[in-house]
Structures are given as C-alpha cells and as structure tokens.
C-alpha cells in the first residue's frame, strides 16, 4: 500500500486544508493519459471532498489520500514523497518502498 513520507504528510494537509475544510476532504490520486518518458504511469491530483466510492483511502498522520483503482494498483509499492521550492510550487515524488 502507498505509504507518505513526513513531507508529504505535511504539504497535503496544507493543500487540502487551503481549499476544503472539511474532514472528509483529502488529496485524491488517479491515473492520467499517457505515459511518462520511461513508460511510466502518469498522475493527476486534485483536491476531494470526499473519496470515490470506490477508492482506496490513506489516512496520513494529518492528511487523507484516495487512490482511484488503477492509481492505487499501480502504487500499492511505492512512498509518496513531496516538496516546496522557493517560490512556493508543489512536486510530489513517487520512490521505491525501502527493502
């Protein structure tokens, strides 16, 4: 199952607590068109308020992720890392699970 790292904990609590207050609101993950450079599974994020029913839900310390279905196969062995540069921009990093 997707895990997040204390980073990403943080940066989506920030971004879902910004545009929906709500405790059923959380960051939900799905597959987009096409492919990334490497053949890679592509992603789309977005702001929820509440899960699909069909999603798988990942409660964070802080933060809630759904994972529509193919997001969450295509995850199921992956950490969920996050960053913010200088000016403020949002990059989520998808990393191997340690062994």
């Not at 943080?10 to 709500?22: C, L, M, N, Q």
């Not at 059923?24 to 450079?37: F, M, N, S």
């Not at 599974?41 to 964070?60: C, K, L, M, N, Q």
């Not at 062995?77 to 540069?85: M, N, R, S, W």
């Amino acid at each position: 199952m997707l895990t997040l790292t204390e980073n990403a904990d943080a940066v989506v609590t920030t971004i879902v607590g910004r545009e929906d207050a709500s405790a059923d609101a959380g960051l939900r993950i799905q597959t987009a068109e096409g492919q990334g450079p490497n053949g890679e599974s592509r992603f789309a994020v977005h702001v929820a308020p509440s899960p699909e029913p069909a999603d798988v839900v990942i409660d964070g310390v802080g933060s809630r992720v759904f994972l529509e279905e193919n997001a969450a196969e295509a995850l199921s062995d992956k950490v969920l890392d996050a960053g913010v540069d200088d000016e403020g921009a949002v990059s989520f990093t998808i990393l191997p699970q340690p062994a």
